[in-house]
């Protein structure tokens, strides 16, 4: 099975810098997801990582450990619409054929404060 | 270019009643759907995915049924709703190599 931990909420300044982190224990592993997820709204993709070191995105970046079952999500320059929940998820190893399966975190709550 | 439709946007059923909530893929064929359901703060679990016409996997066992009739195709129904079934339900399509992408969701309230 899959367990996925990542913060509740984090608070943080417009302008600043935020980490996000998320650790988890599987079973298998084919690669790791970050969502952005605006309240009432589905979730959209913004990072995967699959092999250890970083990956940048412009003002997001998101690093992989798969020894030490890690990851982190960064968001720099925060701006207001960065408020949102980011749901870390784990592509499985294990499911059969094509469809890998995404287990969820149950997301953490960013505020961006003024 | 590829899109998902999901319908209807927000649902209010009283319990007992049936449900059909329709998932439609363009600009891909063969994906691999999946049916996720989101309780209020709660993250994303998963409740059926299906790999082609008429296969369909379950995750857990609950009050709720998929079936796939068509290849970009994917209903979620459920034949007498309970409380517990209240959420935000999301479909989600893929292809091999690539992540998920989602429909905009259904807010079902069961009342």
């Known amino acids: 099975g899959q367990n996925i931990d990542q913060p509740t909420e984090m608070t943080a300044t417009e302008g600043a810098i935020v980490q996000i982190n998320c650790t988890y224990q599987t079973s298998g592993f084919n690669g790791l997801f970050w969502y952005q997820q605006h309240a009432g709204e589905a979730p959209t993709f913004l990072s995967y990582n699959v092999l250890d070191g970083l990956e940048e995105k412009g003002r997001f970046s998101s690093f992989l450990s798969r020894s030490k079952g890690y990851s982190y999500l960064l968001l720099k320059e925060l701006q207001m619409k960065d408020s949102a929940s980011y749901l870390c998820a784990v592509r499985d190893g294990l499911s059969s054929g094509s469809a890998r399966q995404l287990t969820f975190g149950s997301g953490t709550q960013l505020t961006v404060l003024p | 270019s590829q899109t998902i439709h999901q319908w209807p946007a927000t649902l209010v059923q009283p319990v007992g009643s049936p449900l059909s909530l329709e998932c439609t893929v363009e600009g891909t064929s063969n994906p691999n759907l999946y049916w996720y359901r989101q309780a209020a703060g709660r993250g994303l679990q998963l409740l059926f995915y299906?790999?082609?016409?008429?296969?369909i996997s379950s995750e857990v066992p609950q009050n709720l049924s998929a079936s796939r009739p068509q290849d970009r195709q994917f209903i979620l129904s459920s034949k007498k709703l309970l409380l517990s079934d209240s959420g935000f339900y999301l479909c989600?399509?893929?292809?091999?190599?690539?992540?998920?992408?989602f429909g905009s969701g259904t807010r079902l309230t069961v009342v």
């Open positions: 299906s790999v082609g016409i008429g296969q």
């Open positions: 989600a399509w893929s292809v091999i190599g690539n992540g998920y992408t």
